[in-house]
C-alpha cells in the first residue's frame, strides 16, 4: 500500500510541476479540495471522526491557498467576491466538521464544482 500511496504522490508532484498553465493549476486545486470532501463527507456517514476531521482539514488547505492566492488589487472585484467566497466555504467547513454536518459538506462540494467548471471554460478560452 505504501508504494501505491508513494506512486500516487510521486505522479501528482509531476502533473504540478509540469503543468502550463496557472489556470490547470487552480482546476487541479478544486479536484483536490472536492475529493477530500467527498471523502469528508463518507467518513461522516461512516462515523469515522478521525478521517473526517483529516479529509475537512485537507480541504480547508486547499481553499486557503487559493484564497492567498487571489491579489485583490489585479483581479478587482472578481477576487474580492472570490475571497468572500473562499471565507464562506472554510467558515462551512469548521461548522460541518464541528456538527458531522453533511450538508455543509454538500453545500460547499457544490460551490466548488461551479467555480471548477467556470475555470474549464476559461482555460478552454486561453
Excluded: C, S
Aim: aromatic share 6%.
Amino acid at each position: 500500500m505504501v508504494n501505491a500511496a508513494y506512486a500516487r504522490n510521486a505522479y501528482t508532484q509531476t502533473k504540478v510541476t509540469t503543468a502550463y498553465n496557472p489556470v490547470e493549476l487552480v482546476i487541479m486545486l478544486y479536484d483536490g479540495a472536492i475529493d477530500f470532501l467527498d471523502k469528508a463527507a463518507t467518513a461522516i456517514n461512516m462515523r469515522e471522526v478521525p478521517i473526517k476531521i483529516k479529509y475537512i482539514d485537507k480541504a480547508i488547505a486547499i481553499i486557503e491557498e487559493l484564497l492567498n492566492a487571489l491579489n485583490l488589487e489585479v483581479g478587482g472585484e472578481i477576487a474580492l467576491n472570490l475571497q468572500n467566497l473562499y471565507l464562506h466555504m472554510m467558515r462551512e467547513l469548521v461548522l460541518a466538521n464541528a456538527k458531522n454536518d453533511g450538508n455543509k459538506i454538500k453545500h460547499v462540494t457544490n460551490l466548488l464544482k461551479e467555480l471548477r467548471e467556470a475555470w474549464v471554460q476559461i482555460k478552454g478560452t486561453v
